[in-house]
């Protein structure tokens, strides 16, 4: 006979120590991460990242600027284009710490949005054995009324005082009452983070698929189109392209300023036609305050200024008419710009240019002439105007395909000698009518002013949930700072039959936060309840 000996199969091999520790790390990194220490953390670090893209000009807002920003500075300019200093609000580690805050505020709010939600479908404990170890207690009252009729009273107190009320009876024929109050705390807190979470989504989306420009639009100019290459400046988000741009094309009729005796602006309203698609043109006025609001557009009025007409007749007879706006630099709307003629002296034999007979002016505009003679304006309203210009004669540069201003001569051009002072030293006045005769015998006439709007055109698709969420944010934020949660118990025993039977109400309170308040409600409510009024 043979004997099998039966083993037993090897059990499962226990997970390894080091899954065990990669999980146990995975576990604690989750816990810090959505802590609120380190959600506040990571706030604090955003708003810190967020100073370099007020220190460094920013690509995305001003590619003119970075190109000068590396011109002073060609060693630093290379290493901060390497850690995103141009580009903060697009860098890696901005994303990263912008993800991180978002992950954080989820994980934090998620759960605490379970709890209050239990917390609420949760009946108010059981009052403690003890009211003598709670922070505030009463000392015990007589009531002629028996346990069941008391307990019912001060419950009826509780609920028109707004606290979730629980009645239970006890072992001996007594009762006890457990009140509880302040949610509005928890829940106010909640939706402050719930509310930033939705700013933080907003400002996202609103970056990627929004877009803005900035246009100086002249009076009696054609106007202009939203299209990328008619702004003076644009930024679309990544998510945009050009042909997503709404359609829609603006014309200033008019503009009308008004000023205080001392200078400063009293009112702008600038009157515009408008088209939409291929829809009639309808007027507007609006207002530095009060925004036109076009189909997926805002337009917003900043500032404005003056654009002088000038007619220059070149040796052959031909005039071409310029209308130049002049940017001011200062509260009383003294301006400086550029006017450049380079399409000019083009002999009609041959209809050859040559590129160093070119023309240009440079100057500034003053709408008020001061009775010092100082070369700044006296008053922002064009009561006096005139133009002081200094012309320069040869290559203005603009062949080479380099970009420049055009509120402004090519600075380069005129260090090379290029181009040439042909005024002398002091600039050339001229009044609204007056002309200029040049060495040549060619003439610049001022033919008059147009007023011009300084515009900015914006569209964020998530606008209104910003708002939202920032009201929403206030609003939670009063709630958390003003709300306090606390409980109070009763308890209604039967009293001696020696005595006269009746009740013996105790009590006590237990302040959940801090509520230095909660001492003298918990007074007021002792007392209405001993007293049974309401």
Known sequence: MTIVEEREAPSAAPPPRRINRLWALLRNSWRQLTSMRTALVLLFLLAVAAIPGSVFPQRAVSPERVDQYYTAHPQLAPWLQRLGGFEVYG???FAAIYLLLFTSLIGCVIPRLLDLVRALRTVPPEAPKRFDRLPQRAPEAVRPEDPAEVAEAVARLMRRRRFRTKVREQAGGGFTVAAEKGFLKEAGNLMFHFALLAVLIGVGFGHWYGWHGDRILVGGDQGFCNTVAQYDDSTLGPRIDP????????KLTDFTATYQSTGEPKTFEATVLAQEGDGPWVQHKFTVNHTLRLHHANVHLLGHGYAPVVRYTDRFGVSQTKVAAFLPIDQNQTAEGAIQFPDINIDPKTDKRDSGLQ???????????????SATSAFPAADDPALFLTAYRGDLGLDVGTPGSIYSLNQAQITSGDLKNISGQRPHELKVGQSWTLDDGTKLEFVGIQPFATLTIRYDPTQQMVLVGAVLGLIGLMLSLSMHRRRVWFRALPGPAESGGGTLLTSGGLPRTDYPGFSDEFKALVKAAEEGTP
Not at 244 to 250: A, I, N, T
Not at 359 to 367: A, Q, S
């Open 359 to 373: 023309l240009g002016f440079e100057g500034r505009f003053l709408p008020t002439v001061a009775k010092d003679g």
């Open 243 to 250: 042909s997503d741009l709404p359609r829609f094309c603006l």
């Open 91 to 93: 860098s890696p580690w």
